[in-house]
């Protein structure tokens, strides 16, 4: 089965940028679409957007649009979260999921990441 490890979180002044990276360990990407995730601090997790397995189609949520952006290399089998125009309210621990549809939903995704920090200060 497929592994996600994301890598890259950390802390950034409100208006900077963070990329993300979400690489699969054991089984790689192919045939898997990925979606990202996130938890703010005390709240439930929330769907970011999603990227579909050949990378052709993405959907964000709308708090996200014009300012994040999903991509991946499938020959590197790693999904990337660009993240521009940071605000606090981005702050949130960020997990990649893999699974066989495209989805919204955490149920949609089978295999999880356990997630890396995102920090953004005013």
């Known amino acids: 089965q497929v592994q996600p490890v994301e890598s890259g979180g950390g802390s950034v002044q409100a208006g900077g940028s963070l990329r993300l990276s979400c690489a699969a360990s054991?089984?790689?990407?192919?045939?898997?679409?990925v979606a990202w995730f996130r938890r703010p601090p005390g709240q439930e997790r929330e769907f970011v957007g999603y990227?579909?397995?050949?990378?052709?189609?993405?959907y964000y949520v709308d708090s996200v649009k014009g300012r994040f952006s999903i991509s991946r290399d499938n020959a590197k089998s790693t999904v990337y979260l660009q993240m521009n125009s940071l605000i606090p309210e981005d702050t949130a621990v960020y997990y990649c999921a893999a699974g066989l549809v495209l989805s919204i939903h955490e149920r949609g995704y089978d295999f999880w990441g356990q997630g890396t920090q995102v920090t953004v200060s005013s």
């Open positions: 990227i579909s397995a050949s990378g052709s189609r993405t």
């Open positions: 054991g089984r790689t990407f192919s045939g898997y679409s």
